[in-house]
C-alpha cells in the first residue's frame, strides 16, 4: 500500500539524518582538517569526524540535538494521496520520535509544554512545490536550535550594492560566533521581502554544498562569500582557526527597487538531510544515502 510505503520511508530517512551526513558535508570536514592551521582547531575537527563516523557505525544520532524536522516537497500533480501526505509526515515523525529515537524538540510556545512526539499544530512544517508528474520527492531537514538561534534577516539599502551584501553577511558569521557550531555552511537568500529571503536561504541549504550556481554572478558571490568568511578567525566551536564555513548557498529573486532583503540561514557542522524519489507504484529511491536494505 503506497501509504505505508512512504510512511516507511520517512521514518527511514529521518533515521538517516539524524546518524549518516552526507558525502559533501562529511568530504568537506575532512578537507578542513588538512587544510586548518590552528592545532586547538585541528582537535576539534578531530572529533567532529570522529563523531559522524562513530554515528555512523553504530546507527545513533551523532547530536543530542536531534533539531526540529521540517519536510520539503517536490510532489507530481498526478501522483495519488496528495491530500493524505501531512498526516502521513506527522505520523512518521511521531514513530521515528520513538524507534530511532530522536529527542522530542517540539513544545508549545506559550506554555513550554513538550508533546513528546515531536510533532503539533502544523508541526513538522511542509513546503511544498506541486509540478507535473507523477512521482513525489521528499527532503527531511532536521536542524539544531544553536544554528537555527542565528538566523538573521536584513533589510538593506539598496544603494549598498553587492559589497554591502557581503557585510552583511560576514558581521552575521562574527557576531554568531561560535554559537551555531562552526564550521558552518550557510544558506544566503537575496530579494524578494523579508518572508521570502529567509524562505530562500534555508531552500539554498538543500544544494550540496559542491555545486555552484548556475549564475555565474551568483556562483562569484558564493566563492567570495566562502573567502571572507573564512577570514573571520571565529574557527570550529568558535575557538579560533582557519575553518569556519564549509560551504555558502545563494539564492535569489527580484525585489522591489527601494528593497534589498537579506536573510542569511546558518546550519552547523552536524548538517543533516536526507532525500528520497517515489513513484506512483511505490518505487522508492534514496537520493543522498544508500539504505543497509536498498
Known amino acids: ?5 512512504i510512511e516507511t520511508t520517512v521514518v527511514e530517512l529521518l533515521r538517516l539524518a539524524a546518524t549518516e551526513l552526507p558525502l559533501d558535508v562529511k568530504t568537506a570536514l575532512r578537507q578542513a582538517l ?14 567532529m569526524i570522529r563523531n559522524f563516523e562513530l554515528a555512523e557505525q553504530t546507527g545513533t544520532p551523532m547530536c543530542q540535538d536531534t533539531g526540529t524536522i521540517t519536510f520539503y516537497l517536490t510532489a507530481g500533480d498526478a501522483f495519488p494521496h496528495l491530500s493524505r501526505l501531512p498526516p502521513l509526515l506527522k505520523r512518521a515523525t511521531q514513530r521515528a ?44 531537514f532536521p536542524k539544531g536550535g544553536g544554528s537555527e538561534n542565528m538566523c538573521t534577516l536584513g533589510l538593506l539599502d539598496p544603494g549598498v550594492g553587492l559589497d554591502g551584501v557581503k557585510k552583511f553577511v560576514v558581521d552575521a558569521v562574527i557576531t ?5 557550531c562552526p564550521p558552518l555552511i550557510l544558506g544566503v ?26 549564475d555565474p554572478v551568483v556562483a562569484q558571490l558564493e566563492a567570495d562569500l566562502l573567502a571572507l568568511t573564512n577570514l573571520t ?12 564555513v564549509l560551504g555558502v548557498n545563494v539564492e535569489y529573486t527580484h525585489r522591489h527597487p527601494a528593497s534589498l532583503p537579506v536573510g542569511v540561514a546558518f546550519q552547523c557542522w552536524a548538517a543533516r538531510k536526507a532525500a528520497a524519489q517515489i513513484s506512483a507504484d511505490g518505487h522508492v529511491t534514496y537520493l543522498l544515502h544508500t539504505p543497509a536494505r536498498q
Do not use: Y
Open 233 to 244: 578567525g571565529v574557527g570550529p566551536l568558535g575557538l579560533g582557526g582557519d575553518s569556519t
Open 176 to 180: 554568531a560566533g561560535g554559537r551555531p
Open 1 to 5: 500500500m503506497l501509504e505505508d510505503v
Open 34 to 47: 588538512i587544510h586548518e592551521r590552528s592545532a586547538v582547531a585541528q582537535t576539534q575537527l578531530r572529533t
Open 189 to 214: 537568500g537575496i530579494g524578494g521581502g523579508a518572508d521570502v529571503a529567509l524562505t530562500l536561504a534555508k531552500d539554498a541549504l538543500l544544494r550540496s554544498i559542491t555545486e555552484r550556481h548556475a
Open 97 to 140: 520520535t520513538q524507534v530511532i529515537p530522536l529527542r522530542p524538540n517540539a513544545v508549545n510556545p506559550f506554555t513550554g509544554q513538550n508533546g513528546g512526539d515531536n510533532a503539533g499544530p502544523f508541526f513538522p512544517p511542509i513546503h511544498w512545490k506541486i509540478v507535473p508528474g507523477n512521482t513525489l520527492h521528499i527532503t527531511v
